[in-house]
């Protein structure tokens, strides 16, 4: 054999070698990077909608898995929406946040829920059951939904609120919604308190700005020696003032007993 043809046969057998002894990957290519300190933005012609800030997480194309985040969504209008929560799972337009969820905004707006879903397409948080408070209300309801376009919230499926709003008043109603500071309650309304008596309406809104609550459609209350009915009742600091085909019944030996208005 020549020496040439020797050559190229110890070549082959060589490449050989390598390929056999070279080491495998099973599967495809881990492409995804690691990173700690973490800022990711979203723009919609060159204006900021919203920023992610998280201590550490993986990233592969649109998909990210974050820890320890924190998300704000910027309006034109005031300060952001502020998320916080352990952490951030993302894919694409939809993302799911869990674990000890806190979301703020300027008007001290607090709610509590331990996962929620972001949806970017739609503009859209939804969540539940969630437990939400300002300063005179606390609500807890089954599914809570925010619109970031328009910054109204609702809440569904056994609505309990608790509102000091002149008195202590426990709401109770099958649906909720908040907008610009006002929460409006509707389904079943029925409002409970010690010092004003009990309330059953078509709809009941919380102005906490105003701190007052208003009673609209087929308003019927009940104390231990009166009755009221009438399409919408006002109560505020002031007292209790009623409108629209009142009609009121007194049972004047119960009010001298029990000292009821």
């Given at each position: 054999?020549?020496?040439?043809?020797?050559?190229?046969?110890?070549?082959?057998?060589?490449?050989?070698?390598?390929?056999?002894?070279?080491?495998?990957?099973?599967?495809?290519?881990?492409?995804?990077?690691?990173?700690?300190?973490?800022?990711?933005?979203?723009?919609?012609?060159?204006?900021?909608?919203?920023?992610?800030?998280?201590?550490?997480?993986?990233?592969?194309?649109?998909?990210?898995?974050?820890?320890?985040?924190?998300?704000?969504?910027?309006?034109?209008?005031?300060?952001?929406?502020?998320?916080?929560?352990?952490?951030?799972?993302?894919?694409?337009?939809?993302?799911?946040?869990?674990?000890?969820?806190?979301?703020?905004?300027?008007?001290?707006?607090?709610?509590?829920?331990?996962?929620?879903?972001?949806?970017?397409?739609?503009?859209?948080?939804?969540?539940g059951p969630i437990s939400l408070s300002t300063e005179?209300?606390?609500?807890?309801?089954?599914?809570?939904?925010?619109?970031?376009?328009?910054?109204?919230?609702?809440?569904?499926?056994?609505?309990?609120?608790?509102?000091?709003?002149?008195?202590?008043?426990?709401?109770?109603?099958?649906?909720?919604?908040?907008?610009?500071?006002?929460?409006?309650?509707?389904?079943?309304?029925?409002?409970?308190?010690?010092?004003?008596?009990?309330?059953?309406?078509?709809?009941?809104?919380?102005?906490?700005?105003?701190?007052?609550?208003?009673?609209?459609?087929?308003?019927?209350?009940?104390?231990?020696?009166?009755?009221?009915?009438?399409?919408?009742?006002?109560?505020?600091?002031?007292?209790?003032?009623?409108?629209?085909?009142?009609?009121?019944?007194?049972?004047?030996?119960?009010?001298?007993?029990?000292?009821?208005?």
């Amino acid at each position: 054999m020549s020496r040439t043809k020797i050559l190229l046969v110890l070549v082959v057998i060589a490449a050989a070698l390598v390929l056999i002894f070279l080491p495998r990957r099973d599967g495809p290519v881990d492409d995804a990077t690691t990173a700690a300190s973490i800022s990711l933005y979203g723009y919609d012609d060159g204006e900021l909608l919203w920023e992610i800030r998280a201590a550490d997480g993986r990233i592969d194309g649109d998909n990210q898995a974050l820890r320890d985040v924190e998300v704000a969504f910027h309006s034109a209008e005031g300060d952001p929406l502020r998320l916080r929560g352990e952490r951030l799972d993302r894919s694409g337009e939809i993302a799911r946040l869990t674990g000890g969820i806190r979301i703020e905004r300027a008007d001290e707006l607090l709610l509590e829920t331990e996962a929620l879903n972001w949806f970017e397409a739609y503009d859209r948080l939804e969540a539940g059951p969630i437990s939400l408070s300002t300063e005179i209300l606390h609500i807890a309801a089954d599914e809570f939904g925010y619109d970031l376009a328009t910054g109204a919230s609702t809440f569904a499926g056994s609505v309990e609120a608790h509102a000091d709003v002149g008195s202590n008043w426990m709401i109770l109603a099958e649906r909720a919604g908040e907008r610009d500071g006002i929460v409006s309650f509707s389904g079943s309304v029925t409002a409970e308190s010690a010092d004003d008596g009990t309330f059953r309406c078509e709809r009941l809104e919380v102005d906490s700005e105003a701190e007052r609550v208003r009673l609209l459609g087929d308003v019927d209350g009940e104390w231990t020696s009166a009755q009221l009915s009438a399409e919408s009742v006002e109560l505020d600091d002031k007292g209790l003032r009623a409108a629209g085909r009142v009609s009121a019944r007194l049972d004047l030996e119960e009010m001298g007993e029990s000292g009821d208005p």
